[in-house]
């Protein structure tokens, strides 16, 4: 379909009384439980480092209200740190704790004055941040093997027997500084919660064969530490509030690495995470037209909502141009993506038939905040494309 082809197409059945943009599937609502989401539209967590000693500049609150006010139905922020000493991926990252909560409300409250919904992605990078290389952090992971950064602009494998595996205390710990995170969120006024278990996270250094090599409980069964992480922050915030997972096949150093190559292998992880409380699963596909499994072109996305019954959101790639560089990619922060419309139409196609229910948009609404209000309009050639420039600020 060429991008020719816009949301007309969605026009409504019975005819002239709906609007283009209520008739698109991309503008539909949706809901998480009590949280009523306007339409499919998520702005994908992106940590833009801008928190010198995780002190969340004040940039933040205009930042995520200019994409509420430009349609985005639900922002997620990017990667904040949880209160425990080794969880920061570096010293710009924001933190979720102590000061920094202040700063965390007048965002939320600038996402709320414009009629926004917003939760924080809770981190612990766990052996993946700058701990191992940056003393005074502790660098700390299931075991003592972290692969090297290739984003870091170190030398991607092999991999390293460096840092601290964690001691039932350590997991204890972390636990708890999740569950803090978590009732924080909610006493703040966040609509909800994400927690980071994608990318090569410590939650994913767990979740992932080749980083979790323990013989105890914690390596026999790989997803326990997350399902207790969602546990125990289902425990704090009671049991309608929104908890969303964030979770990928790949890693930021190994872009071919899998958790699960079955879809029973990919079963027997989430189900735990469904069981101990997670409302929606945040697949990270980096290409959200790969097929995960052979003998169906479903995504990671259609997988996990049809093996764990839970909504997803499936993000990737969309509304950039099929020649942008992959997310993951060498030099993908610093390299121009095109903005394009013309792979809506299958998107909105997938989420006709079911295969996910909401879409993360990463560059394109960094590129142009009214990304959702100009797509509901058709106002597609003003689309603004992601220039690396827009990261020199909070813009
Ligand atoms: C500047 C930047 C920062 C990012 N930070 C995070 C993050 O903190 N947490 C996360 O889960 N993903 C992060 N991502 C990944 C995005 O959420 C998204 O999955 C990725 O950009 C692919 O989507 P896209 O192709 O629409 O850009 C980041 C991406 C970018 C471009």
């Not at 949280?35 to 010198?52: D, E, F, Y």
């Not at 740190?81 to 202040?102: C, M, Q, R, T």
């Not at 950064?149 to 390293?160: D, H, I, N, S, V």
């Not at 060498?330 to 295969?355: C, F, P, Q």
Request: hydrophobic letters at 45%; aromatic letters at 8%; charged letters at 20%.
């Amino acid at each position: 379909m060429g991008p020719g082809i816009d949301a007309m197409r969605w026009k409504s059945p019975v005819g002239g009384r709906m609007t283009r943009a209520m008739a698109d599937p991309l503008f539909s609502p949706f809901s998480i439980g009590l949280l009523h989401l306007p339409n499919r539209i998520v702005m994908a967590p992106m940590g833009q480092g801008k928190a010198p000693g995780g002190m969340p500049d004040p940039g933040y609150a205009g930042y995520f209200a200019r994409r509420a006010e430009g349609g985005a139905g639900l922002i997620v922020s990017g990667a904040t740190s949880i209160d425990h000493p080794a969880a920061a991926f570096d010293e710009n990252e924001p933190h979720f704790h102590g000061d920094a909560l202040e700063e965390w409300r007048r965002a939320v409250e600038a996402v709320h004055a414009a009629g926004g919904r917003i939760m924080p992605q809770l981190a612990h990078a766990g052996l993946q941040g700058l701990a191992p290389v940056a003393p005074p952090w502790p660098g700390i992971g299931p075991s003592a093997v972290w692969m090297p950064a290739a984003q870091l602009g170190l030398e991607a494998g092999p991999e390293r027997i460096e840092g601290e595996p964690m001691t039932l205390a350590d997991i204890e710990a972390v636990v708890a500084a999740f569950a803090r995170a978590a009732a924080d969120a909610k006493r703040i006024g966040f609509d909800g919660i994400e927690i980071h278990g994608a990318h090569g996270f410590l939650i994913d250094q767990f979740l992932w064969a080749r980083t979790n090599r323990r013989k105890d409980d914690y390596g026999r069964d790989r997803a326990r530490f997350a399902a207790e992480v969602v546990a125990a922050c289902r425990a704090a915030v009671g049991p309608i509030y929104p908890i969303s997972f964030r979770f990928s096949q790949f890693k930021m150093t190994d872009y071919a690495a899998r958790l699960a190559d079955s879809p029973q292998a990919l079963e027997e992880l989430i189900a735990p995470l469904i069981e101990a409380g997670v409302d929606l699963f945040d697949c990270s596909l980096r290409r959200f037209w790969r097929p995960e499994f052979e003998g169906s072109t479903m995504n990671l996305a259609g997988w996990v909502k049809k093996l764990g019954g839970r909504p997803t959101i499936a993000g990737g790639g969309i509304g950039l141009a099929k020649t942008a560089k992959e997310y993951g990619q060498d030099g993908v922060y610093a390299t121009v993506a095109e903005a394009s419309i013309a792979h809506l139409d299958e998107v909105r196609d997938r989420i006709v038939k079911g295969e996910f229910d909401l879409i993360a948009l990463g560059r394109s609404i960094l590129g142009d905040p009214a990304w959702a209000a100009k797509v509901a309009a058709g106002a597609h050639e003003t689309l603004q494309p992601y220039r690396p420039e827009v990261l020199m600020g909070l813009n």
